[in-house]
């Protein structure tokens, strides 16, 4: 696969939020399951949300951390899959990636990330 880009991340206070974007270089996700992952210091790398094509439409998944706050989506026009994070929480700093998926399983390389800081 080619890379993929992450984008939108910075330094926000609680409760505020922000919007990331991923993507791909040289084709279309359209029809792509991908996911978005983060890592904190000391901690390893977790998928918290997901979309995947599924019968002519989207399927998305979160991690319960994040269920209410975080909303996956797919913006055709844009070719990207995009993260809106809301009532952030300084435990949501991280570095924040994003991967086309196989079940929970990256499928790709992991690109740069984008990190996001969250200050009490």
């Known amino acids: 696969q080619g890379q993929l880009v992450e984008s939108g991340g910075g330094l926000v206070q609680a409760g505020g939020s922000l919007r990331l974007s991923c993507a791909p270089s040289?084709?279309?996700?359209?029809?792509?399951?991908v996911g978005w992952f983060r890592q904190a210091p000391g901690k390893e790398r977790e998928l918290v949300a997901s979309?995947?094509?599924?019968?002519?439409?989207?399927?998305?998944s979160y991690v319960d951390s994040v269920k209410g706050r975080f909303t996956i989506s797919r913006n055709n026009a844009e070719n990207t899959v995009d993260l809106q994070m809301n009532s952030l929480k300084p435990e949501d700093t991280a570095v924040y990636y994003c991967?086309?998926?196989?079940?929970?399983?990256?499928?790709?390389?992991w690109g740069q990330g984008t990190q996001v800081t969250v200050s009490s």
């Open positions: 979309i995947t094509w599924n019968w002519n439409i989207d399927d998305t």
């Open positions: 040289g084709r279309t996700f359209s029809r792509y399951a």
């Open positions: 991967n086309t998926i196989s079940g929970d399983r990256p499928l790709g390389s």
